[in-house]
């Protein structure tokens, strides 16, 4: 075969990928279950570059070099192994299977281990940025050995986005670590656009504005510290006006918000390493309750209503506010999902390089934004860095705005706006930073009821006291 690499699974995302490895010079060989994606692929875009359209599994393997470079770009979950199960008697020892679909690590790692026991190399990797993203350059996070990435690398560093020159692709660690990556990546993602869906609505209600108004004021904020995609394309959504009603488009959207299950794994895994990952939690629940029909008709109806309206003297004040608390928020969530990342790597056995994965993050993707240079910064500066807000520069970031934080947390409360992700991130930072926690009654509690031990500040040992007895204490 003469193809330097192959896609098998073209819809969207995976004919994108094919017409970018084309466009970079890249021999493609290109191949769907049904031919007729295959077949407009090459009749539609032909000119991109070269392709080798297959209508079988074994001519699209035999059109490859070797070490064969097969990356698998079809619907998560079973047809991803379907089509394994499909490729493996096809392949031979050293060739590289690359799954760029949306799985769940566990599978990756699973998937891994039975391609190793058949010689052959499988690469789980994270591709954020949509169809857009897949064409013209999505940011990449590949896990699998290290050794597929000395040749598969240069390849995908070559059709990512870049930044700065700077590719957004690297190495991010053994069997399941990219499709981790991406996963806590989709987490923060989350949690970003809750974070500022908050804001949005903090200045809706504070302000009396109108949605253009805020658009407004985003596409103002788009200039400076929150320079980032998903302000720009909300400042975008807020100013788009209804043809059919010429209302605000914002205000004919059903206010129900989906989810496809990536953020519901980011939550169920920081609960599994134990990671306070509150924001993109908050993020993930406040959809849920947003899609909670029922409850929220009862809600409606028997729960009293704030009687005023919220009073904002200085508007301007309040804008920049609102504009401080979402920053601080914000960086709360991202130290947040790094630090799942850094419990995941010890948990799972994977060496990720966290300055790296911010880096990569800066093009591409969803959350793409200047402020990720800070966070690679912070890790160049200190690589074990066990907090990222204790980075010398997120500290004054967070502490100059704290004021404002605190003012418009308690302003939402009083005026009964829900702003779950920004309260509960103010929350995480006073509880990150207390010198004693009330932990310490829950500990006598768990004692007195379950006899479940305690440990003292003054001295080592565990401890027990005989609660239901004359409440002597003796070591456990
Ligand atoms: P879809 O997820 O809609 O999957 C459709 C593709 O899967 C088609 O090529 C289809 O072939 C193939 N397929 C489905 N079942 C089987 C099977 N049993 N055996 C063989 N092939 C099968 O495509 P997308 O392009 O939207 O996404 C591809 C992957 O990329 C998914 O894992 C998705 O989660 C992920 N992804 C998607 C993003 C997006 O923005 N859409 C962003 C990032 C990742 P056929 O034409 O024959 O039906």
């Known amino acids: 075969g ?48 070269e392709f080798i359209p297959s209508e079988t599994m074994a001519d699209f393997v035999a059109s490859l070099e070797r070490p064969r470079k097969v ?87 070559d059709i990512s986005a870049k930044v700065d020159g700077v590719p957004c692709c690297t190495y991010v660690g053994s069997d399941g670590a990219g499709h981790f990556v991406k996963m806590v990546h989709n987490g923060i993602e989350y949690a970003d656009m809750q974070l500022i869906a908050e804001a949005y609505d903090l200045l809706r209600q504070g302000l009396g504005a109108t949605a253009a108004e805020i658009g407004e004021i985003f596409a103002q904020w788009n200039t400076g510290d929150l320079e980032s995609f998903l302000i720009e394309i909300t400042a975008d959504v807020l100013q788009h006006v209804d043809a059919e009603t010429g209302k605000a488009f914002v205000d004919i959207v059903l206010d129900q918000a989906e989810q496809k299950g990536t953020g519901r794994w980011t939550v169920q895994n920081g609960l599994d390493v134990g990671v306070p990952i509150t924001g993109i939690a908050e ?13 929220r008709a009862a809600g409606r109806a028997a729960l009293p209503a704030h009687a005023q309206e919220w009073e904002v003297k200085d508007r301007d ?23 799942q990342i850094a419990a995941a790597a010890v948990e799972y056995d994977w060496a990720i390089d966290r300055g790296a994965m911010a880096r990569i993050w800066r093009g591409g993707c969803i959350i793409r934004a200047r402020f990720l240079d800070r966070i690679t910064e912070a890790y160049e500066r200190d690589g074990d860095l066990p907090l990222l807000l ?38 995480y930072y006073d509880g990150v930073r207390a010198e004693r926690l009330p932990a310490a009654l829950v500990q006598a509690q768990r004692d007195f009821f379950g006899a479940h031990t305690y440990k003292r500040v003054d001295r080592e040992g565990t401890f027990h006291t005989e609660w239901s007895g004359d409440r002597t204490e003796a070591e456990a």
């Open 390 to 427: 204790a980075d010398p520069y997120f500290t004054d970031a967070v502490a100059s705005g704290l004021p404002a934080w605190r003012r418009i947390v308690a302003g939402a409360a009083q005026n009964g706006v829900p702003a779950p992700a920004f309260s509960s991130s103010l929350a």
């Open 283 to 295: 993020a993930t629940f406040a959809r849920s309750l947003s899609g909670s029909v029922p409850q």
């Open 71 to 157: 990356v698998v770009m079809v619907k998560a979950g079973g047809p991803t192994d379907a089509v394994i199960d499909e490729l493996i008697p096809l392949l031979e020892e050293g060739d590289i299977v690359v799954d760029a679909g949306n799985a769940h690590f566990p599978d990756t790692i699973r998937r891994e281990a039975a391609l190793k026991e058949h010689g052959l190399h499988f690469v789980g990797t994270g591709v954020s940025g949509g169809e857009e993203g897949a064409l013209n350059g999505p940011s990449i996070m590949p896990g699998g050995t290290p050794e597929s990435y000395e040749s598969l690398g240069p390849i995908l560093e």
């Open 317 to 339: 004040a309040f804008v920049e506010d609102v504009r401080l608390a979402l920053y601080a928020s914000k960086v709360v969530a991202y130290s947040q999902g790094f630090d």
């Open 2 to 49: 003469t193809a330097q690499i192959g896609v098998t699974g073209l819809a969207v995302m995976g004919r994108n990928l094919a017409r970018n490895f084309a466009r970079h010079g890249y021999t493609v060989a290109v191949h769907n279950r049904s031919f007729a994606k295959t077949g407009s692929l090459v009749a539609e875009h032909g000119s991109d570059g």
